[in-house]
């Protein structure tokens, strides 16, 4: 059976887009067609300036909002990253195959360090090593496919080539994995900037439609989108990003085509109020099981104490494995 590895970092309220871009896929195909394990990545979290109290909290409403968009514990395996320690074993040993060059080339690397330096902070040495963490994330589990959005392609085609590399130096020990995405918004914008992604570590802002946003919080942030000049509604990407997001969101709540979609609409108006229901409509059933799960404390902590204990019976092995493929000396 195809082993399906993903995971959201809590860095932030999740939004519109970790779910059309990733979530949405794991509940509704990954967790019934592979052996998936979906996991909170809050060793990730601390690799930027954080509040250890914010994290803490958020890790737990990121745990409650996967349960809540769909995952059943009994079809998939569902954790926190530090609750299993093979992830930080791990990572080490795929340091010393990976190169400061490869690390330095990362485009989230480039992006980040810069934001932190604009903001008068220092990169923390984690930032760079970031995408090895994530390397054997994947690699611990023997995950042939990873579900994610576009922006972490490049960072799924690292963990290949750590995995091929380790494999020809020290025998074969990992499973290549392959980054698998979404039909349509692999790569959800800023709503208020169509040039950006929308991103949960982003300030605050209106162009981003976060899971827990209230029904009229949703509309009011659609209804107020920046489209581009011009009358007709055509799905055209370079040149009108604005509206192509908003097909593009619409099409993915209601498993239409943009291209379909963009002739169904006279107005730029119209658009907007279909899309903005159509979000709603999306958010409405996991915003309610998310009440019921956070009224359920004990069940979130159960399914997180089995997810970990699961996790780690299937990653030890093959981070043993690697240890001594690599050259270490067992413990007795
Ligand atoms: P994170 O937490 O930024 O995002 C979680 C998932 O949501 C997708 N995503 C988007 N997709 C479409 N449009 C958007 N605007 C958008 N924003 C986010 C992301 O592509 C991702 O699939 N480094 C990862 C977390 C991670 C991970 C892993 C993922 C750590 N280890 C191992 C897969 C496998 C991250 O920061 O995702």
Redo the contacts with the bound molecule.
């Keep these: 059976m195809t082993r399906v ?5 809590p ?1 932030g309220h999740l ?1 519109l ?2 779910y ?4 949405r896929r794991w509940a509704a195909v990954d967790q019934h067609e592979a052996d998936a394990l979906f ?1 909170v ?1 809050d060793l ?1 979290a601390l690799t930027v300036d954080h509040d250890p109290a914010r994290v803490r909290r958020l890790s737990r409403q990121a745990a409650t909002l996967l349960l809540a968009s769909g995952l059943d514990p009994e079809l998939c395996t569902v954790f926190v990253q530090s609750h299993v320690d093979e992830h930080a074993r791990l990572s080490y040993v795929l340091e010393c195959v990976a190169t400061d060059g490869e690390m330095r080339r990362m485009i989230q690397y480039k992006e980040k360090a810069a934001r932190e330096q604009r903001r008068g902070g220092s990169v923390r040495l984690s930032l760079l090593t ?1 995408p090895v ?2 390397a054997a ?2 690699l611990a589990y023997g995950a042939d496919e ?7 392609r490049q ?2 085609e690292l963990a290949r080539d750590l995995a091929v590399r380790f494999n020809q130096r020290y025998g074969h020990t990992f499973v290549v994995p392959r980054a698998t995405r979404p039909g349509v ?5 800023n709503l208020q900037d169509p040039a950006s ?5 982003d300030d605050v802002g209106p162009g981003i439609v976060y899971l827990l946003d209230e029904p009229d919080v949703v509309r009011k942030k659609v209804m107020r989108a920046v489209t581009d000049s011009g009358r007709e509604v055509v799905y055209d990407r370079e040149a009108r990003p604005g509206l192509a997001n908003l097909l593009e969101i619409l099409a993915a709540c209601t498993g239409g085509s943009p291209e379909e979609l963009s002739g169904a609409y006279p107005s730029y108006g119209a658009l907007k109020k279909d899309t903005a229901e159509a979000v709603v409509e999306v958010l409405r059933p996991l915003q309610e099981r998310h009440k019921e799960l956070c009224a359920d404390p004990g069940y979130v902590d159960g399914v997180l104490r089995d997810g970990a204990e699961r996790a780690r019976g299937m990653a030890r092995p093959t981070v043993d494995a690697a240890y001594r493929a690599i050259g270490l000396l067992p413990a007795v």
């Design positions: 590895f993903s995971g959201v970092k860095t939004t887009g970790n059309l871009g990733a979530m996991c990545v990730h970031y963490l994530m994330d994947i990873v579900p994610v959005g576009d922006d972490q960072h799924v918004a692999a790569r959800v914008m992604k929308m991103g949960k570590s």
